[in-house]
């Protein structure tokens, strides 16, 4: 159902360069390997938009890392291995809380600036976590200023190279080895780039849902390239839907950092009460897939498509200089955030699961690594706790560089020419369509219905067979020609809204991020357990290692 390829390779025919080490993605991850690899080799950066257009970006709450005396890695473990309901990999949790801090003070040697009181750094906390661990930057623009530092010292290394506006369509391998990428150029041109390692920092999968935190570029590509390319593939059905996104008419779904509840902000339904007491006894600092069904529940008493968010009790001052995006951003549809309560809904935010790594951030595939949202570590489990993911990013980043160190060298110039793509339905009739790009727009609109209907906060072995019958009837566009951004980005996007569904359907039990209403209890004696795909392949179960 899914091809090995999006298209038939005849690689002598394509302009051809050569690079030490080739990083997918311009997020956190993927600046911070460039930066640090490039102090030894040269770097490529492929990045299908521009620099400093990425998940990270768009991060609002902060980076947690253990800074105040009054906290541990003790603490910090204990608060993410909770979080994530069973199957986190309690060796990589250990790696994130003993080498965070110093991540976090290399991006303070590079330019980041994090936001201080007195002149020591300030600490805030989110749901979840027992202690304030959470730095910030300029309130509520911690991503914007991580990108910005990091960005500039990429954009002027004479060993980092930055491809804007193009795009890595799939790995070429032999013999379970990537020997380098094909990428689409801005005129449409193929270029073959070989290396002697790739590193995959693509970010996540929101677009697949219509209401998403994520920016367009979120369509999983990273994640569909190396499944295609044969990497094993794990935990997929363990989808975050942030609890508050701004739900308003002709508003996006902008976020409402998770901070503000951090701060005290209380979640009331339509009648005015607060009813976090009623689910979890943390109240609004319950883990997000608590909090967010929480919402979903009291949306659906009172037919409803938010709830409120209330801040009243701070001045607006302190708002003011505390979250000054998510202020302005309300204050530009007439919202403000010191005397109204902000509506708000879940909407589609991390993806827990992705391409399987070890502690080296190397896959299944030799010279292919992951880091960042893209890779499955085992630090997020079925369930992220806040502001893990930018401090995994900045740990695994520099032990993916680490690693390609020490790889040996090999000869990348002798890779055959040609590597056809599968022939998916042999003698089916494939039906005629228009290569428009209203046609591509058209079925995103069609699979992100398809994910959100069927593959939500809510989940039934019922729905979920449905929705993988309408998601293989659209795999017929993977016989189209696949030869524009929207075609491409369509077909990665299909191959993770099925990996998703077919987890989802596969996991006969409720745990963090994914919940069955026809097994609505976690069973640890069956299910404490990873789901692995790879392709032409059945689904396997995997120990955890959690304890």
């Known amino acids: 159902m899914i091809p090995n390829r999006l298209i038939d390779y005849h690689l002598s025919e394509y302009i051809h360069k050569q690079v030490d080490v080739i990083i997918i993605g311009s997020g956190i991850a993927g600046l911070f390997a460039a930066i640090l690899a490039s102090e030894y080799k040269h770097v490529l950066m492929i990045t299908k938009k521009s620099l400093l257009e990425s998940n990270t970006r768009y991060a609002q709450g902060g980076i947690a890392a253990v800074i105040s005396t009054d906290d541990s890695p003790l603490y910090h473990r204990q608060d993410t291995l909770l979080a994530g309901a069973g199957l986190c990999s309690s060796s990589a949790v250990d790696v994130l809380v003993q080498e965070g801090?110093?991540?976090?003070?290399?991006?303070?040697?590079?330019?980041?600036?994090?936001?201080?009181?007195?002149?020591?750094?300030?600490?805030t906390r989110?749901?979840?976590?027992?202690?304030?661990?959470?730095?910030?930057?300029?309130?509520?623009?911690?991503?914007?200023?991580?990108?910005?530092?990091?960005?500039?010292?990429?954009?002027e290394h004479p060993r980092i190279e930055v491809w804007d506006e193009h795009f890595a369509i799939d790995f070429i391998t032999e013999h379970n080895e990537c020997k380098g990428v094909v990428v689409k150029q801005p005129d449409d041109s193929l270029v073959y780039v070989q290396a002697e390692a790739t590193v995959i920092c693509s970010g996540g999968s929101g677009q697949l849902y219509q209401y998403t935190t994520n920016p367009d570029v979120a369509t999983?590509?990273?994640?569909?390239?190396?499944?295609?390319?044969?990497?094993?593939?794990?935990?997929?059905?363990?989808?975050?839907?942030?609890?508050?996104?701004?739900?308003?008419?002709?508003?996006?779904?902008?976020?409402?950092?998770?901070?503000?509840?951090?701060?005290?902000?209380?979640?009331?339904?339509?009648?005015?009460?607060?009813?976090?007491?009623?689910?979890?006894?943390?109240?609004?600092?319950?883990?997000?897939?608590?909090?967010?069904?929480?919402?979903?529940?009291?949306?659906?008493?009172?037919?409803?498509?938010?709830?409120y968010l209330d801040i009243t009790h701070e001045t607006e001052e302190v708002l003011k200089h505390r979250f000054p995006t998510i202020y302005e951003t309300c204050m530009s549809y007439g919202l403000q955030l010191a005397q109204d309560w902000i509506p708000v809904a879940p909407a589609a935010h991390y993806m827990m699961g992705?391409?399987?790594?070890?502690?080296?951030?190397?896959?299944?595939?030799?010279?292919?690594?992951?880091?960042?949202?893209?890779?499955?570590?085992?630090?997020?489990?079925?369930?992220?706790?806040?502001?893990?993911?930018?401090?995994e990013a900045i740990v695994f980043g520099k032990r993916v560089v680490q690693q390609i160190l020490q790889l040996n060298s090999i000869d990348i110039s002798n890779t055959d020419c040609v590597f056809p793509k599968t022939n998916l339905f042999y003698d089916k009739n494939v039906p005629e369509f228009t290569n428009s790009t209203e046609q591509w727009i058209s079925w995103r609109l069609e699979l992100q219905g398809i994910m959100g209907q069927h593959a939500g906060l809510r989940r039934t072995a019922s729905s979920l067979q449905e929705g993988i019958d309408k998601l293989e009837a659209l795999a017929v566009i993977f016989e189209y020609p696949l030869n524009?951004?929207?075609?491409?980005?369509?077909?990665?996007?299909?191959?993770?809204?099925?990996?998703?569904?077919?987890?989802?359907l596969y996991r006969e039990e409720s745990r963090g991020g994914h919940y069955r209403e026809d097994f609505p209890e976690r069973n640890d004696d069956q299910w404490q357990q990873h789901i692995l795909q790879q392709i032409d392949q059945e689904l396997t179960k995997e120990s955890s290692d959690d304890v």
Request: charged share 20%.
């Open 484 to 504: 524009t951004r929207e075609a491409l980005e369509l077909a990665n996007m299909l191959t993770c809204a099925l990996l998703v569904m077919r987890s989802a």
């Open 126 to 155: 989110e749901g979840a976590h027992s202690h304030r661990r959470i730095l910030h930057a300029n309130g509520d623009s911690t991503g914007y200023e991580i990108v910005r530092a990091l960005s500039q010292h990429v954009a």
């Open 101 to 123: 801090p110093a991540g976090v003070q290399e991006l303070i040697r590079l330019g980041t600036l994090f936001d201080t009181i007195d002149g020591q750094l300030e600490l």
């Open 220 to 307: 999983g590509d990273g994640v569909a390239m190396a499944y295609r390319a044969g990497a094993q593939v794990r935990d997929m059905e363990f989808i975050q839907f942030h609890p508050t996104a701004l739900c308003y008419p002709g508003a996006p779904r902008f976020l409402i950092s998770e901070a503000l509840r951090g701060e005290g902000a209380i979640l009331r339904n339509r009648k005015g009460e607060a009813f976090m007491k009623n689910y979890h006894p943390l109240l609004e600092l319950a883990p997000r897939d608590i909090v967010a069904r929480a919402i979903m529940s009291e949306m659906e008493k009172e037919d409803s498509a938010f709830v």
């Open 354 to 391: 992705g391409i399987k790594t070890d502690l080296q951030g190397a896959t299944s595939v030799q010279r292919l690594f992951a880091c960042g949202e893209v890779s499955s570590t085992g630090i997020h489990g079925a369930n992220r706790l806040a502001s893990n993911s930018l401090s």
